[in-house]
Structure formats: C-alpha cells, structure tokens
C-alpha cells in the first residue's frame, strides 16, 4: 500500500511564507507526476502545481511567481513553497502523485489534506 503524508500546514499572516511537504511511502516502482491541490471552503478542488519526474513544473494562474514546487526523485518527495500569501490562499492542501507500484500501471494518491490559513 502506498501513503502519501503531507506536514507544513498552519496560520500564517498576509505576505507571509510556508513550505509544505509531502513524502510517498510504501511499495513504490517509481513515481509519474506529483502535485498539489487545494480546496477551499465551497469551492471545487483545484490544482496548484504539478512537477513531472523529470522535473518540468506548471502552476495555476494564481500563484505563479509566489509558488515553487520541487521534488526530490529518491526520496520519494514533493514540496510546495509558497511566498508572498495572500487571504486566498487559504485552504485544505492535498499532495497527489502518480505511482507505479509495478511498471506498466499508474495509480493515483493523495495525502490526508494540510490546512493553511492566511490571515491577519
């Protein structure tokens, strides 16, 4: 069985910073794609950033140039540092990743959710 875990979440004021982190554990082939999601209250889940194993990024409109998502390919780690917060961006975070557990099938995971609250 694979688990993704995330830690990093909290209260942050405005213009503040956090990092969020995600470690992959289990039995793992290799890992596709990794990414983080966000839910806020009322609203649809959507995605952040995705990093590729090769390590190519894309964000959402929103947080481009305030967010970087890296990975750590041998760790079996992700993680989301998010600059320059702003209210909005408050919300559940979820780690997602692509796992094969044998090499010719994909499965999809995610984390348990990590709350961040931006807020003065």
């Known amino acids: 069985q694979v688990q993704l875990v995330e830690s990093g979440g909290g209260l942050v004021q405005p213009g503040g910073s956090l990092r969020l982190s995600c470690a992959a554990s289990g039995r793992i082939f290799s890992i596709d794609a990794m990414g983080w999601f966000r839910q806020a209250p009322g609203k649809q889940r959507e995605l952040v950033a995705v990093?590729?194993?090769?390590?190519?990024?894309n964000y959402a409109d929103s947080v481009k140039g305030r967010f970087t998502i890296s990975r750590d390919n041998a760790k079996n780690t992700v993680r989301l540092q998010m600059n320059s917060l702003k209210p909005e961006d408050t919300a559940v975070y979820y780690c997602?990743?692509?796992?094969?557990?044998?090499?010719?099938?994909?499965?999809?995971?995610w984390g348990q959710g990590t709350q961040v609250t931006v807020s003065s």
């Open positions: 997602n990743a692509g796992v094969r557990v044998v090499s010719v099938r994909v499965d999809e995971y």
């Open positions: 990093i590729t194993s090769g390590g190519s990024t």
